[in-house]
């Protein structure tokens, strides 16, 4: 998506982006337990590009008592 002269291109591992994948903001349905990686990349004027990822810990469900 552009938001004015701006692109954002986002990826994920172990998981699966349920909103735009093209905006500022997603949403995302995360898999198992492990980790997801969610990696950015943002376009600017000029087709400068700046990439980011970071890994978010899934915790397994606790078990109900």
């Not at 552009?2 to 172990?14: K, L």
């Not at 093209?22 to 600017?44: C, E, H, K, R």
Request: charged share 5%; glycine share 14%; aromatic share 4%.
């Amino acid at each position: 998506r552009t938001s004015g002269t701006i692109q954002y291109a986002w990826t994920i591992a172990n998981g699966t982006i349920t909103g735009p994948a093209n905006g500022q903001n997603i949403t995302y349905t995360a898999g198992p337990s492990g980790a997801v990686q969610l990696g950015l990349t943002v376009t600017g004027v000029g087709n400068c590009a700046a990439s980011n990822s970071t890994n978010v810990t899934i915790n397994d469900v606790p078990v109900q008592p």
